[in-house]
């Protein structure tokens, strides 16, 4: 169970068409209980089924009066609090994580072993392919200048590490009008992406130029044609400014269907994330299906698919306090500009060497929806079980 508004950065058509099968089957009592509703943090329930985990806290055994209870939870940090453990310990007969990464924060935080499961995120390998998109979303129609767009895809939170990507995009290619960053984003908890952005890229300018540095960046960039609310722009997606590296950066939170992705990342060039930590990291996983040169942090889910020979994975300068009691990892932002300007240099040839590994290593791994197969498997185990 979960919802979210607008793009989710969910499922594949496929995998939402197989979803609604599984859900249009009606029992009265359900034999299983799959269980991942974000809101409710790890291993928690939502309040209609509420009554599952407290028989299970209880001792009452599954396939009498209540369900088999199987917990979808994931972390980003290497630790989850003592509550969360307690909850996955007491009140699942399961906990399915995405990778190798969240298993072991699971574990080594105190969930029992023997209740964790690694069942993979998965996307369809035959829509996120180039070959099966027809045409390519243009991301700076209104700039013929911009030749090579970086893409990155998130929701608008601390986690994703904006700051340090507009940061260093602005630093690495505020004299190369050709290079553009396009970023497809969610609002998250009230967040503002466009003004947030806005506000820091200004500041960051701003501060650089009074250090000496690159005043050329701000060129034209002031008071008078700074960009403001009222300037006729759609407010969803529109570039940060009408002159300098600023016009090269788009912040785009409209809704996009999961069924038009493919067709985003086919108009980019090469995709970044250079984020605290990730559960998976499905965008990055997209982007290599897609053959782009993808660019992310050396640490977290996307360690399970991500490779020096396959990607660019960014070196962890050092680790800070996540939002929890975990630690996650701050990427090194000399790396960061080093590869976002490898990538860009090399743009000749494609860097076909590692692109070409990265679909052939996602199709060996992850073919067939693996994800849901693992999911299918476990489901099939249980039921001879609860039978």
């Known amino acids: 169970m979960n919802s979210c508004p607008n793009r989710c950065f969910g499922p594949s058509t496929t995998v939402a068409s197989a979803l609604e099968k599984l859900t249009a089957v009606n029992l009265l009592e359900p034999r299983i209980v799959v269980v991942h509703v974000a809101y409710t943090g790890i291993c928690g329930f939502p309040e209609e089924l509420k009554k599952y985990g407290k028989l299970a806290e209880q001792g ?120 553009g960053l396009y970023i497809k984003t969610s609002k998250y908890g009230g967040s503002e992406p466009m003004d947030q952005a806005r506000r820091f890229l200004l500041q960051h300018l701003t501060n650089q130029a009074n250090n000496g540095k690159f005043w050329g960046a701000l060129t034209h960039i002031n008071n008078s044609n700074a960009p403001n609310d009222d300037d006729g722009l759609d407010d969803r997606a529109r570039p940060l400014g009408r002159a300098g590296v600023l016009s090269r950066i788009r912040i785009d939170t409209s809704s996009l269907p999961s069924s038009q992705m493919p067709s985003l990342f086919a108009g980019a060039d090469a995709f970044v994330l250079p984020s605290h930590g990730e559960g998976w990291g499905l965008p990055l996983m997209e982007a290599m299906a897609m053959e782009l040169p993808t660019i992310g942090t050396d640490y977290g889910g996307s360690t399970d698919f991500m490779t020096v020979n396959n990607s660019y994975p960014l070196r962890v300068a050092n680790f800070g306090q996540g939002f929890t009691v975990g630690k996650w990892a701050n990427p090194s932002r000399a790396h960061l500009k080093e590869i976002l300007r490898s990538v860009w240099e090399k743009r000749a040839d494609g860097n076909n060497e590692k692109v070409s590994r990265a679909r052939s290593d996602l199709v060996n791994e992850y073919a067939g929806l693996a994800g849901v197969q693992d999911a299918l498997n476990r489901f099939k185990h249980i039921l001879k079980e609860v039978a």
């Not at 023997?114 to 180039?130: A, G, N």
């Open 60 to 179: 009452i055994s599954w396939g009498w009066r209540r369900p088999y209870l199987i917990a979808r939870a994931m972390t980003e940090e290497d630790r989850i609090d003592e509550h969360a453990v307690r909850r996955c310990n007491l009140q699942f007969d399961e906990v399915w994580v995405p990778s190798f990464f969240t298993k072991r924060a699971f574990e080594t935080s105190g969930v029992d072993p023997h209740k964790v499961y690694r069942i993979p995120e998965t996307i369809d390998l035959d829509e996120f392919s180039r070959a099966a998109v027809k045409a390519p979303k243009v991301l700076f129609p209104e700039s013929p200048s911009v030749e090579f767009v970086f893409l990155s895809v998130f929701k608008w939170e601390e986690r994703k590490n904006w700051k340090v990507l507009l940061a260093a995009f602005s630093n690495v290619f505020r004299d190369v009008e050709s290079v």
